[in-house]
């Protein structure tokens, strides 16, 4: 048989045009026909595509490998209108060739309508283009989700204040739309079990939507520690809402132990806030809150790694 029409076939060409062996073999295990197809058919059409239109040899195995079935969909009717599409939405090639190796599948035709519909949609309750580009370039599954799915998150946004011309609406629409409703609201429950008003949450969220996003477990237990162990107010560690998705074990609880030491020891004339504390990167962090005293830097380093490492 000859080779070009069986898996060594394929396998030279996607080696050819610089595809790895994990690239290929994902390719293989999505798609085993990829083995008895026609590469001069099949294959190198869609690659010499791709290069045509300026992309990469990475992004090119990028794009193929992580979206497989593009292999088996026409060149000309779906893939070829859909890139075009999204040509006419971006005017750089990093733009375009953000959402395409993120979701690969807005190539396709049917994703490609929804995609539009939605985006026209988005257009019409207000939310500004450049807001809506920036959320097709970083979350474009967003944007192929069923139409009423969309809708419905952009109501529920509505009725907490949020207005579809801010800057925020847009990163809380992607977090809504990806949190199924009764995990909302037991997240929400959570927050109020510690203390926090339905109100201090929203507004936490429309600061920092990720607020929402962590775990119900991480809830629990950073605030646990922030509240009960360190004393710390709930309300006051809404109004800096980051706090909650950074890492309990590398973060929160070094740094507030450290901290602790400090004030027990009279080194802090006062009391720090707590997201003055955590929101330093962790070079300067140490410059100010452990190198500077000269003789209990050693001890407080010890704390410091000690509970980094999440020794006793």
């Not at 971006?90 to 690969?104: A, E, G, H, M, W």
């Not at 929804?114 to 920036?134: D, S, W, Y």
């Not at 107010?233 to 030491?261: G, M, N, Y």
Request: one cysteine or more; a positive charge; proline letters at 5%.
């Amino acid at each position: 048989m000859d080779s070009t029409y069986c898996g060594i076939g394929s396998s030279k060409v996607f080696k050819k045009y610089g595809f790895t062996d994990a690239q290929v073999s994902d390719i293989i295990s999505s798609y085993p026909s990829v083995l008895v197809c026609r590469p001069q058919k099949t294959l190198l059409p869609k690659i010499e595509f791709f290069q045509s239109a300026g992309f990469s040899t990475v992004d090119i195995a990028k794009v193929l490998s992580s979206g497989g079935s593009l292999l088996t969909r026409s060149l000309e009717t779906q893939i070829v209108p859909s890139l075009n599409a999204l040509r006419d939405l971006f005017t750089s090639y990093q733009d375009l060739v953000c959402p395409i190796k993120r979701c690969p599948g807005i190539l396709t035709r049917s994703f490609q309508s929804l995609m539009l519909a939605n985006i026209e949609f988005l257009r019409k309750v207000g939310v500004p283009e450049p807001n809506i580009l920036n959320l097709l370039k970083s979350q474009p599954r967003l944007l192929v989700r069923p139409s009423d799915v969309l809708k419905e998150s952009v109501e529920e946004l509505e009725k907490m204040g949020l207005n579809p011309q801010d800057g925020c609406f847009a990163r809380c629409l992607w977090r809504m739309a990806s949190i199924d409703k009764k995990i909302w609201r037991e997240k929400m429950a959570l927050y109020e079990r510690w203390g926090c008003s339905e109100n201090e949450v929203l507004i936490a969220f429309k600061k920092h939507a990720s607020v929402m996003a962590i775990s119900s477990g991480k809830i629990v237990d950073v605030m646990d520690f922030l509240v009960v162990k360190m004393g710390y107010d709930p309300s006051a560690i809404l109004k800096a809402p980051f706090i909650v998705t950074l890492s309990l074990k590398k973060t929160i609880i070094p740094r507030c132990l450290v901290h602790q030491a400090l004030l027990s020891k009279g080194l802090l004339k006062k009391n720090v806030r707590l997201a003055t504390l955590l929101v330093y990167p962790e070079k300067i962090f140490l410059k100010r809150f452990v190198e500077c005293f000269e003789k209990e830097a050693a001890e407080l380093l010890k704390v410091y790694q000690e509970k980094r490492k999440g020794t006793k």
